[in-house]
């Protein structure tokens, strides 16, 4: 069983680093790689598929390694985020095509089988320069499952799809992954990732910042105490009220004429704060949280929780 | 390493390369050239040594090395320009394999849009039988090393076309001419030796003889199959830090 | 009150709106003129290659120098005592050819095709501008830079020259002759960048444009000049001749059918239009026999080969527009 092996994988292109000091294991199932835009993703996926060579560290599948290496294709299937494909091939011949180089026994058995797993068979005929992006993303699905591969790599998959494509698609992945085959894919949206992965790796600004089940994850993120930015008709009244509740963990003047509230149950603060200003008959300015982006989610997992994913390794 | 031509690889080149109406493009420079063989011929029965410069500066030193600079940067710097290169390249198949058919796609179709007109055109010349064959010939060697180190070209970098222009019209076109040791590395010069070597004629200006000729064509040429297909093994995706 | 709203991580929940501090722009706006030139501005650097980088320089760079490496032979010639080599209307016409025909097979896609193929068309053309404004721009832009190529060297050849004479009345002679091989630049450059810019703008394919652009120029270079030659040699020495013997020149007889073999080429209508406008040619370095009064069809060949260039850039933006 070919598992891909990252042993302190870190890529660099001059003084940008794309990848830093990365280790993790993937096994069979599904693996959804979660991150920002920018995260280093791509970089890992290609550097996987044997097209970037890791500027340090050890990369392996099945215990070699992919770069240069031309027959780790054998059992592995790449589907780029790149919207290149010949154009001027049908669907069909397309995916043919792949199979042929694959030197599959027979190409066109499973060029039929990889277009009907795709959903594809309505429209392979059809060239490849008259389908939408949902479509495209689905006959580069197809020609890298032609060849039955154990591994899969898709960057960035949903991409381009309508709702009804993705759920398709996330189907087709949760079932070649129960299948025992390794499935990577790409993402910067949580829901996508959490429909369908078991285990999700969680990368930002090129580091691993958090690795393991999601469910874990998750809590681990609604967890983390929030920070908002209050403004009020009186904050000196406002911040005594909010010391005596069991939610709030931290309250300081910023000087600025807000309060800077540190709270651990969001749910609860959100339902509370409106209430307690009108029984305290302060009037409530401005509430704006400081720290909502996905980076700072994630920086945050970064900052707190490496223990976890020293912990979460593999799956 | 062993390298084997691919049926596949080649119908998809061949029809990447002259889809989209290019072929009637391409063969413009072709009935450029046979029509001003006719026309010229047409108007001037016999004297002057007018076929040597149709045949030779048109036919010879524009039309084959442009058209094989377009048709060999194309065939494997187009894919790899707009991505698509790397659905060929998630296979098993050898890189050598690949550079070798993307070769031979080019070279062929070079042959056909550059030399055989200028052989047709040549022969419609009169009292240039030999010399049409001789430049025939040498066509046809040209294409093979002309496409090869264009192919070459392509893999190691994305302006490949620039550097073509660059080798073709200064070092070829202005120095092969002016300076004699630039011979030695100018391909025009080898495809000219062995054309010359067929039927000597002193208006060619070829400056090497047979059998250097073809050494060093044959050394250029397995060597820039052989570098190509090295480079191509570590192909990798560039910039996007993402 | 902008109020706080659950992010994506934390799902459930409500969803408000998140006011990111986005702000309309009140401040007053700049017209179309502005983007006009801005545009040219943007052209006018990239055909040097200038905001990208340092391997787009290259091409450039090596032209540029190329082209005033004569200039400089020249006025080191003449500080030994030699005497003048270069002149100023034909400058040295070969290496002028093949120089520009690179700079512009190379340069030209960079300005046009590049934007083509990353179809960014819409974005340009989403703002206040007219659909001609983008062609124009890119034109104007790309024959000042190819105005630059050509009269920089001039200029320098002009310095150099002016060094190393002596007295009012020379420097007077040298700039006499200065502003029609000016002249003479100009008309290159306005006719090469509306050829190179149209050819190139009918593909996204950089590669494919250049070596459009390429063929074209060099392969009509080559047909004029063959028929020329084919024609005759004799006329060009008895040029040569007749200045060394009357010691002015004389217009020889051209026969028809090699005047009418130099309206093949841009390069050979340039020198057309050149010697029928100066009324001789210089001898040794041209590239086509004097025309005599058939220098006016070479002039109304050109004419027409610009306009039709320009018509079908235009008309071609008009079609990306739609399409893309």
Aim: contains cysteine.
């Amino acid at each position: 069983m070919s598992a891909i092996e990252l042993t302190s994988v870190s890529r660099w292109y001059g003084n940008v680093v794309a990848v830093n000091d990365i280790t993790m294991t993937i096994g069979p199932g599904v693996t959804g790689l979660l991150g920002p835009n920018g995260a280093g993703k791509s970089t890992i996926l290609h550097m996987i598929a044997g097209f970037l060579a890791p500027s340090k560290g050890t990369l392996t599948i099945g215990g070699k390694p992919s770069w240069e290496n031309p027959e780790i294709y054998r059992s592995l299937g790449l589907v780029p985020e790149r919207d290149s494909v010949y154009a001027f091939l049908t669907g069909e011949q397309f995916v043919n095509a792949t199979a042929k180089l694959h030197k599959l026994p027979d190409p066109d058995a499973a060029t039929r089988r990889a277009i009907e797993m795709t959903d594809m068979a309505a429209a392979k005929d059809r060239r490849i320069a008259t389908y939408s992006k949902g479509m495209r993303q689905r006959i580069k699905v197809a020609a890298a499952l032609v060849h039955d591969p154990e591994i899969l790599l898709l960057d960035e998959p949903f991409n381009g799809m309508d709702p009804r494509q993705r759920l398709h698609m996330m189907d087709l992945l949760g079932k070649l992954g129960a299948e025992g085959r390794v499935i990577l894919f790409s993402s910067h949206i949580l829901e996508e990732v959490e429909k369908v992965s078991g285990t999700i790796q969680v990368m930002v600004a090129g580091r691993l910042a958090a690795s393991g089940d999601f469910r874990a994850i998750r809590r681990l993120m609604t967890s983390r105490p929030h920070v908002f930015n209050v403004r009020s008709s009186d904050d000196r009244k406002l911040a005594a009220v909010l010391v005596g509740r069991p939610y709030t963990n931290a309250v300081e003047f910023t000087g600025r004429g807000s309060l800077q509230v540190r709270t651990s149950d969001f749910g609860a603060f959100c339902a509370q704060i409106a209430v307690l200003t009108r029984e305290n008959g302060i009037a409530l300015r401005e509430l704006l949280p400081t720290d909502e982006s996905l980076e700072s989610v994630f920086g945050y997992l970064i900052a707190g929780s490496s223990s976890s994913s020293a912990q979460g390794q593999g799956s | 390493m062993s390298a084997s031509f691919n049926p596949v690889i080649a119908s998809i080149t061949v029809r990447a390369t002259l889809g989209r109406r290019r072929a009637l493009l391409f063969a413009i420079p072709a009935v450029v050239l046979i029509a001003l063989t006719l026309a010229v011929r047409a108007t001037h029965p016999a004297g002057s040594s007018w076929e040597a410069q149709i045949l030779g500066d048109f036919g010879f030193s524009v039309l084959l090395p442009l058209l094989a600079l377009i048709i060999g940067t194309g065939v494997l710097g187009a894919e790899i320009d707009d991505g698509s290169a790397i659905h060929l390249l998630a296979t098993p198949v050898r890189r050598g394999s690949i550079v070798l058919t993307k070769w031979v796609v080019a070279a062929v179709l070079t042959m056909l849009f550059a030399a055989v007109p200028e052989l047709i055109a040549g022969l419609l010349a009169p009292n240039s039988g030999k010399l049409a064959f001789a430049l025939f010939v040498g066509a046809l060697v040209g294409s093979v090393i002309y496409t090869a180190v264009f192919v070459l070209a392509s893999v190691l970098t994305t302006r490949a076309i620039a550097a073509g222009l660059l080798y073709v019209l200064i070092w070829e076109g202005l120095l092969g001419n002016i300076v004699g040791g630039a011979r030695i590395l100018s391909i025009a010069h080898y495809s000219l030796g062995i054309a010359n070597a067929i039927y000597p004629d002193k208006d060619l200006n070829a400056g090497l003889g047979l059998s250097t000729s073809l050494v060093l064509g044959i050394v250029v040429t397995v060597g820039a199959l052989v570098l190509a297909s090295r480079r191509l093994s570590s192909f990798a995706i560039k910039g996007e830090p993402a | 009150m902008p109020a706080d709203t659950p992010t994506a991580t934390t799902g459930a929940a409500a969803g408000v709106i998140h006011d990111l501090g986005y702000r309309r722009y009140d401040g007053p706006r700049l017209g179309r003129a502005q983007m006009v030139r801005a545009l040219a501005w943007h052209s006018f650097r990239s055909a040097f290659g200038f905001g990208r980088g340092a391997k787009a320089k290259i091409v450039p760079a090596i032209a540029f120098v190329a082209l005033l490496l004569p200039a400089v032979v020249n006025a080191a010639s003449m500080a030994n005592g030699n005497g003048r080599l270069v002149f100023y209307d034909t400058y040295q016409p070969l290496l002028r050819d093949l120089v520009m025909t690179i700079f512009v097979a190379v340069q030209a896609p960079e300005l046009v095709s590049r934007d083509l193929r990353s179809r960014v068309l819409p974005l340009y053309f989403a703002r206040p501008i007219k659909t001609s404004d983008y062609p124009l721009a890119k034109y104007l832009s790309f024959t000042a830079a190819c105005a630059v190529m050509m009269e920089v060297p001039l200029l320098v050849l002009y310095l150099g020259t002016i060094v190393n004479v002596h007295g009012g009345a020379e420097v007077w002679a040298q700039t006499r002759q200065f502003i029609p091989g000016l002249l003479v630049g100009l008309m290159w450059a306005v006719v090469l960048a509306a050829i190179s810019l149209f050819l190139a703008s009918l593909t996204g394919r950089r590669a494919f444009a250049t070596g459009t652009v390429a063929i074209f120029f060099l392969a009509t270079y080559t047909l004029a000049e063959i028929l020329l030659q084919v024609e005759n040699h004799g006329i060009r020495q008895q040029q040569a001749q007749s200045i060394q013997n009357a010691g002015h020149f004389v217009a020889p007889a051209v026969p028809m059918a090699e005047k009418v073999s130099g309206l093949f080429s841009p390069f050979t209508l340039f020198d057309g239009v050149r010697m029928w406008l100066s009324g001789h040619g210089t001898g040794q370095s041209d590239n086509v026999l004097y025309p005599g009064s058939f220098g006016a069809v070479y002039a109304l060949v050109l004419v027409v080969l610009l306009a039709a260039c320009l018509t079908g850039l235009f008309a071609r933006y008009r079609k990306a527009a739609r399409l893309s």
